[in-house]
Every structure is written in C-alpha cells, then in structure tokens.
C-alpha cells in the first residue's frame, strides 16, 4: 500500500513538473522531427499483456518516453539503461543507436513474462 501511494505521490510530481516545463519547444512532437535539437518521444499504450506495437523506432538522443495504461496496471524498464516507469508517466533518457528490449516491470498476470516490445534507436 505504501509503495502504491509512493508511486502515485512521485507521477502527480512528475506529471505536475512536466506541465510547469519550458515553453520554449512547440508541443505536439510525434516522434518524428528533422530538428536534431528538439527531444523526441515515445507514446507507447499498454494494454494487458501486451504494448500498443512490436517495434517503437526513434532517432538517438534525448528521447521521452510517455506511457498510458489503457487496461491493466503496467510500467516498463529498457533493459541496458536506465529508463523505467512504474505506472502511468513520462520519463526522458539519452540513448544511442543500437537494439533494446522494452519488459513490463510490473507483474500483471499470466502473460507478464511474455509482455516485451523493442525499441530501435537510430
């Protein structure tokens, strides 16, 4: 129980954090952008046992990954970073190109182990 509220508490904080951000980027990036200099994101919708796609694909760099729970309770970590959500949120890392799992960090049922995507970086 405690740990719930812990999780919750640190989303609000983030999600709070997130909206008082700099206004000096234009919203609405969809991943893809020509300007090297601007973040990119990740949406990335999970569901049980399984996310949104198979294969999330983004250019190297700085890269926020926006997570949604459209059934279920689920997070994710990026095996070999440091990249992880526990429930709903958005996170920001710096990757280089290279191949990464995407693994639920949250046991949800029956299908948990099985619920992986990958992610290339470019």
Avoid at 57 to 65: E, Q, S
Wanted: include cysteine; charged fraction near 20%.
């Amino acid at each position: 129980m405690k740990k719930w509220f812990i999780v919750s508490l640190f989303t609000v904080l983030v999600l709070g954090l997130a909206a008082c951000g700099g206004g000096d980027e234009a919203s609405g990036n969809d991943g893809a952008s020509d300007d090297s200099s601007s973040a990119n994101s990740v949406d990335i919708v999970a569901s049980n046992w399984e996310f949104d796609k198979d294969t999330y694909t983004v250019p190297a760099g700085d890269i926020t990954f926006n997570l949604t729970n459209e059934s279920g309770m689920h997070g994710f970590d990026i095996e070999g970073t440091d990249v992880t959500i526990e429930g709903e949120g958005s996170v920001s890392g710096s990757l280089e190109p290279g191949e990464y799992t995407i693994r639920c960090n949250i046991p949800c049922g029956e299908g948990h182990a099985d619920m992986t995507a990958q992610l290339v970086v470019e």
